[in-house]
């Protein structure tokens, strides 16, 4: 079966430029999430989206972040003004609550580079 | 952001060896998992743990979600080659406002030699 899909795979943008990402869940999952990996760490959370609204976005750094989810399917992450610092994988994940709390499965992810 | 502590950071082994690694935390969760990383991939599930003091297998994978709530280790047995990869540990923190986000480790790359 088809898993989450990221398009694209990867994205170099100039500085100050803006950039959409996009996620596509696992049929039916409800739940979405994004994350950030910067190189050598672990993924750090972004946004959640339960549906259509975001349950919690505590994790975007800043008003340059922007998601949204308006079916309650395909997500776009966004982003104005891209600075350096903002170079990174980015990650989606989609989750059902039929398949147990916590199980969150990942997409390839976008690498984005900014110049 | 919060990172858990994850140790160790690399290992390298040879093939057939066993391997363990573990995770600590300040802050208590309610879901342990283990993930997969391979290059240019995103994180793979191998194992998620429900209930402290919990131990559970896959395969040559065992995991164990720790008492307090603050820990988790990870066993692989038996080496192959196909277990190189990083692997990372992630917390599910109790809901506050509906939300499950995960919070990872910094990953342990695992290099197997054949």
């Known amino acids: 079966g088809a898993g989450v899909s990221q398009t694209p795979s990867n994205k170099v943008t100039e500085k100050g430029k803006y950039v959409e990402l996009r996620c596509d869940p696992i049929?039916?999952?409800?739940?979405l999430y994004w994350y950030r990996q910067s190189l050598g760490q672990g993924p750090e959370f972004l946004i959640y989206?339960?549906?259509?609204?975001?349950?919690?976005d505590s994790g975007l750094p800043n008003d340059r972040f922007f998601a949204v989810r308006p079916e309650g399917s395909v997500s776009t992450l966004k982003i104005q003004r891209t600075e350096r610092g903002d170079s990174a994988v980015y990650l989606c994940?989609?989750?059902?609550?039929?398949?147990?709390?916590?199980?969150?499965?990942f997409g390839p992810g976008t690498r984005l580079t900014v110049t | 952001g919060q990172q858990l502590n994850q140790s160790p950071q690399s290992m390298f082994i040879q093939e057939g060896e066993d391997v363990s690694m573990n995770c600590t935390s300040s802050s208590i969760f309610n879901t342990w998992l283990w993930y997969k990383q391979d290059p240019g991939e995103g994180p793979v599930l191998l194992i998620a743990?429900?209930?402290?003091?919990e131990l559970t297998s896959n395969g040559r994978l065992t995991a164990q979600f720790g008492i307090t709530r603050k820990d988790s280790f990870l066993n692989i047995s038996a080496s192959i080659p196909s277990d190189v990869g990083i692997y990372f540990c992630?917390?599910?923190?109790?809901?506050?406002?509906?939300?499950?986000?995960?919070?990872f480790g910094k990953g342990m790359k695992l290099t197997v030699n054949p």
């Open positions: 743990l429900y209930k402290a003091g």
């Open positions: 989206f339960q549906g259509t609204g975001a349950a919690d």
């Open positions: 049929s039916g999952h409800t739940a």
């Open positions: 994940a989609s989750s059902s609550r039929l398949a147990g709390v916590g199980e969150q499965y």
């Open positions: 992630a917390g599910r923190t109790p809901p506050q406002g509906g939300s499950e986000k995960l919070v």
